[in-house]
């Protein structure tokens, strides 16, 4: 997908390899979510991500919003692992990438 220098871009990550961090036995793959408070009050549920900022690369806002949002860092990703991209109205674009737990403590950051 083309991304516009006028888009606004929107960016997740699916974490995988976090068996540390089940909560009860015998569970199945752990992909947090986090809940937020962003749009006029209402909570909603997410994967941990958010906007892209100016000057940095679709890797390193995903890297940065991992760590603000979770305090977790993945091993930087790369366009492979994108698993979901679509364009949202002609100005928004979302992307999911799935990415490796390298290290961190999974909690919940300022924002959440």
């Known amino acids: 997908m083309i ?3 006028d888009d606004s871009v929107s960016i997740f990550g699916i974490i995988e390899g976090m068996e540390g961090f089940y909560t009860r036995s015998g569970a199945g793959p752990l992909f947090p979510l986090v809940q937020t408070n962003e ?6 549920w997410k994967f941990p991500g958010g906007g892209h900022e ?3 690369t679709l890797g390193e ?4 919003e991992l ?5 977790v860092n993945v091993y930087p990703p790369s366009d492979e692992h994108i698993i979901f991209e679509e ?3 002609h100005d928004h674009v979302f992307m999911v990438y799935r990415v490796k737990y390298f290290s ?9």
Not at 39 to 44: A, E, G, L, Q, T
Not at 61 to 64: N, P, Q, S, T
Not at 67 to 71: L, M, P
């Open 3 to 5: 991304i516009r220098p």
């Open 39 to 44: 749009r006029n009050n209402n909570s909603f």
């Open 54 to 56: 100016l000057g940095e």
């Open 61 to 64: 806002c995903l890297l940065r």
């Open 67 to 71: 760590q603000e949002e979770v305090h």
């Open 87 to 89: 364009r949202v109205r």
């Open 104 to 112: 961190g403590t999974l909690t919940p950051g300022h924002e959440i």
